[in-house]
């Protein structure tokens, strides 16, 4: 398939540039795919299209203030993305000016709290390999998390504020490492997790750290020829054994998101005909890119926002439900004035 069949016309008005006032009064878009049949509900409504014993997956992951922004000596400013964690204080990151931020720079924080050494160039294009110290022999993570901005998509064309510290993080998020929130997540409070439990739903979790090329669009001419970025993630051995016996016993697996289901359908994949470990965990790097023709053994109900045009995510649901079914509910969605991307509302795909 092409990349340019993956393009839509949405009005800017319908980006979301903040979180409703309430979690869980998003809008929810419920699409059948045996029909195509479209409901439009409240995400507080969700628990009403729970089946006993549903087993709804989430992505525990914890995004973390990873923009790190200051001011250069000659008083320009300078941005550090920190990605991916490698060893002690030593991560890969994106940074701006690329051109001025060369091996062998130093940059610093607070008056000198934290200071960002450059130590070389990374894979990507403004990618660096950069260690992170702290003064007084300080943990750099501390200072990360409190000098650090939440690092918001580009499509929000807004600083961030006090709110998104909460609002751009799921309340069951545990484990830090994302740069980008498991938006479909998003939707969820403690009182409908209760509600769903009450419906017969069953929860089980897994991480999924999310990375910076969620945004990126595919620039491929060909879908088949773009590369994803990979992200590590990790399940827990008993949390995939409840899973795989939903599964077998033909109980739905409502992936909530597509970083879920990347997890699921790769971790599938992966132990194959193998023995199924009893304990322990299972992580790992995964690159798995999901578009039309994609054959999902593990995930058939998903829970998704509205996405960018030509991107991956957008990509994977039309694998899921159809490339005509995907078409027709993201023009009513913007025909009925949906909020679109990550402080948008969602869909549930039956």
Same mark, same amino acid.
């Given at each position: 398939m092409k990349t340019k069949d993956f393009e839509y016309e949405l009005p800017r008005e319908l980006i979301a540039q903040h979180?409703?006032?309430?979690?869980? @009064?998003?809008?929810?878009?419920v699409l059948r795919r045996t029909d195509g049949a479209l409901e439009h509900r409240s995400f507080k409504d969700l628990p009403e299209y729970i089946v006993p014993k549903d087993v709804l997956v989430i992505n525990n992951t914890r995004v973390f203030p990873a923009r790190l922004l200051g001011t250069l000596p000659t008083g320009g400013k300078f941005e550090v993305l920190l990605v991916r964690r490698l060893e002690g204080s030593r991560w890969t990151a994106l940074v701006k000016p690329g051109r001025r931020l060369v091996p062998g720079r130093k940059l610093e924080l607070a008056g000198g709290e934290l200071v960002?050494?450059?130590?070389?160039? !990374?894979?990507?294009?403004?990618?660096?390999?950069?260690?992170?110290?702290? /003064?007084?022999?300080?943990?750099?993570?501390?200072?990360?998390?409190?000098?650090?901005?939440?690092?918001?998509?580009?499509?929000?064309?807004?600083?961030?504020?006090?709110?998104?510290?909460?609002?751009?993080?799921?309340?069951? /998020?545990?484990?830090?490492? /994302?740069?980008?929130?498991?938006? @479909?997540?998003?939707?969820?409070?403690?009182?409908?997790?209760?509600?769903?439990?009450?419906a017969g739903g069953l929860f089980e979790e897994v991480t999924l750290h999310v990375g910076p090329g969620t945004f990126r669009p595919v620039e491929t001419e060909d879908i088949e020829n773009h590369r994803m970025q990979e992200e590590c993630y990790e399940v827990e051995a008993a949390a995939l054994k409840n899973i795989l016996k939903a599964k077998e016993r033909g109980h739905g697996i409502l992936a909530v998101g597509t970083t879920t289901v990347r997890?699921?359908?790769?971790?599938?994949?992966?132990?194959?005909?193998? @023995?199924?470990?009893?304990? !322990?965990?299972?992580? !790992?790097?995964?690159?798995?890119?999901?578009?039309?023709?994609?054959?999902?053994?593990?995930?058939?109900?998903?829970?998704?926002?509205?996405?960018l045009p030509r991107s991956t995510l957008l990509m994977l649901v039309a694998a899921f439900v159809g490339k005509e079914q995907l078409d027709y509910a993201y023009s009513e969605a913007v025909r009925l004035k949906y909020r679109f991307y990550s402080y948008g509302d969602a869909m549930l795909i039956l």
């Amino acid at each position: 398939m092409k990349t340019k069949d993956f393009e839509y016309e949405l009005p800017r008005e319908l980006i979301a540039q903040h979180p409703v006032q309430a979690r869980d @009064a998003s809008r929810l878009m419920v699409l059948r795919r045996t029909d195509g049949a479209l409901e439009h509900r409240s995400f507080k409504d969700l628990p009403e299209y729970i089946v006993p014993k549903d087993v709804l997956v989430i992505n525990n992951t914890r995004v973390f203030p990873a923009r790190l922004l200051g001011t250069l000596p000659t008083g320009g400013k300078f941005e550090v993305l920190l990605v991916r964690r490698l060893e002690g204080s030593r991560w890969t990151a994106l940074v701006k000016p690329g051109r001025r931020l060369v091996p062998g720079r130093k940059l610093e924080l607070a008056g000198g709290e934290l200071v960002i050494c450059v130590e070389d160039f !990374g894979s990507l294009d403004g990618e660096r390999i950069v260690s992170l110290k702290a /003064a007084g022999g300080r943990d750099p993570l501390q200072l990360v998390e409190r000098l650090g901005h939440v690092p918001l998509p580009p499509y929000i064309r807004r600083d961030d504020t006090r709110q998104d510290r909460s609002r751009y993080q799921t309340v069951y /998020a545990r484990n830090s490492g /994302a740069v980008a929130a498991p938006t @479909a997540g998003l939707h969820f409070t403690r009182d409908l997790i209760n509600a769903v439990r009450r419906a017969g739903g069953l929860f089980e979790e897994v991480t999924l750290h999310v990375g910076p090329g969620t945004f990126r669009p595919v620039e491929t001419e060909d879908i088949e020829n773009h590369r994803m970025q990979e992200e590590c993630y990790e399940v827990e051995a008993a949390a995939l054994k409840n899973i795989l016996k939903a599964k077998e016993r033909g109980h739905g697996i409502l992936a909530v998101g597509t970083t879920t289901v990347r997890t699921l359908e790769t971790i599938v994949r992966r132990i194959g005909s193998e @023995a199924k470990p009893e304990r !322990g965990t299972l992580s !790992g790097e995964t690159p798995l890119f999901i578009y039309p023709g994609f054959e999902f053994r593990l995930v058939n109900r998903l829970l998704t926002n509205f996405h960018l045009p030509r991107s991956t995510l957008l990509m994977l649901v039309a694998a899921f439900v159809g490339k005509e079914q995907l078409d027709y509910a993201y023009s009513e969605a913007v025909r009925l004035k949906y909020r679109f991307y990550s402080y948008g509302d969602a869909m549930l795909i039956l």
